[in-house]
């Protein structure tokens, strides 16, 4: 398993470009997640999905949208960057069984740098 | 709402000390808790966790035990590594056990 694959590593945006965040698991894990972490920060949830077809706002959505065609995949839009969107962004998944287990299992995370 | 709130750092040790992170919560019900940790230029690793009251997580050398009296999981670890180098995440999860709230986060740094 290559667990959760996240695609760009970096990438470097000018103020008002568009780009997409790529998340990949293959856990057949139905939750997904998106984080940003800023620099000296905790995590903080921007948008997550129960399943294909469905997603909700976390904390701090503004700015980015999401889809969830398919149970692997939770693409990450930003339509016009802004320097406040520099952070790094953390894709996970988990697969809650109903009870009071949570653990998330993180990609690697992109480094995306807004000038 | 749920928080979790932790000691700030960064948190200097030398190699083979005792390593103390507290960690603080505040949630209804049992919620779960957990310590993940961040290595450089890497997403986030579960440590260790603990599903309910007096349960003891271990993993690596690490330890940290579920209080609800005093709604605590403080990390320890008797004999720090330079390799422990890293971020740690106290988080805490909802009852439907979907969502993890997370503390801010330690830096930890281990000189030789």
């Known amino acids: 398993n290559a667990g959760v694959t996240q695609t760009p590593k970096f990438r470097i945006l000018k103020i008002g470009q568009s780009m997409t965040l790529q998340c990949t698991q293959d856990?057949?894990?139905?939750?997904m997640y998106w984080y940003r972490q800023d620099p000296g920060m905790g995590l903080k949830l921007i948008y997550y999905?129960?399943?294909?077809?469905?997603?909700d706002k976390g904390e701090v959505p503004n700015g980015y949208n999401v889809s969830r065609s398919t149970t692997e995949d939770f693409p990450l839009r930003l339509e016009l960057a802004a320097p406040s969107q520099t952070s790094v962004y953390f894709c996970a998944s988990s697969y809650p069984t109903g009870g009071s287990y949570n653990e998330q299992f993180f990609g690697p995370g992109t480094r995306l740098t807004v000038l | 709402g749920n928080s979790v709130t932790q000691m700030e750092g960064p948190v200097t040790l030398s190699e083979e000390a005792f390593l103390t992170i507290n960690c603080t919560y505040t949630?209804?019900?049992?919620?779960?808790l957990f310590w993940y940790v961040q290595y450089p230029g890497e997403g986030l690793q579960l440590l260790l966790k603990a599903t309910k009251a007096d349960d003891k997580g271990s993993n690596k050398g690490f330890e940290a035990t579920y209080r609800k009296e005093t709604t605590s999981f403080h990390l320890e670890k008797g004999s720090v590594q330079v390799s422990d180098s890293a971020v740690y995440f106290c988080a805490l999860g909802n009852n439907a056990g979907n969502m993890l709230t997370f503390g801010g986060g330690t830096r930890l740094m281990v000189k030789p």
């Open positions: 949630a209804t019900g049992y919620p779960s």
């Open positions: 856990m057949n894990h139905n939750y």
């Open positions: 999905s129960v399943g294909a077809g469905i997603t």
